[in-house]
Nanobody, 124 residues
Framework: DVQLVESGGGSVQAGGSLRLSCAAS????????MAWFRQAPGKEREGVAA???????TYTYAVAGRFTISQDNAKNTMALQMNSLKPEDTAMYYC???????????????????WGRGTQVTVS
């Protein structure tokens, strides 16, 4: 079974930074498509950042220039470095994995077969 476990969430003041990590088991991160999604109360889950099998990152407009996605193949982990955090970044952040993502649909949650339980990020 694939298991994804997020860590690194917490509370931070606006302008601060956090680094999220996603540890994978039963799945090799470098062989698939990985992404971070987030969901705020009362809102739909939205994509934040994704990384393909070649290590190429993609970001949504809301976080481009502030967030950086990366993966460590040796540790089989994925990370999200979040800088210049804003109150609107407050949400539960989820790690997701997909074997394949249709071009242009990287922000469609239905493309991903495995999800972590999430880690809370609160920016005040």
């Amino acid at each position: 079974d694939v298991q994804l476990v997020e860590s690194g969430g917490g509370s931070v003041q606006a302008g601060g930074s956090l680094r999220l990590s996603c540890a994978a088991s039963g799945y090799t991160v470098r062989t698939g498509y990985m992404a971070w999604f987030r969901q705020a109360p009362g809102k739909e889950r939205e994509g934040v950042a994704a990384i393909d099998t070649a290590g190429a990152p993609t970001y949504t407009y809301a976080v481009a220039g502030r967030f950086t996605i990366s993966q460590d193949n040796a540790k089989n982990t994925m990370a999200l470095q979040m800088n210049s955090l804003k109150p609107e970044d407050t949400a539960m952040y989820y790690c997701a994995a997909a074997s394949f993502v249709v071009a242009g649909r990287e922000w469609d949650p239905r493309q991903y077969h495995s999800w972590g339980r999430g880690t809370q990020v609160t920016v005040s």
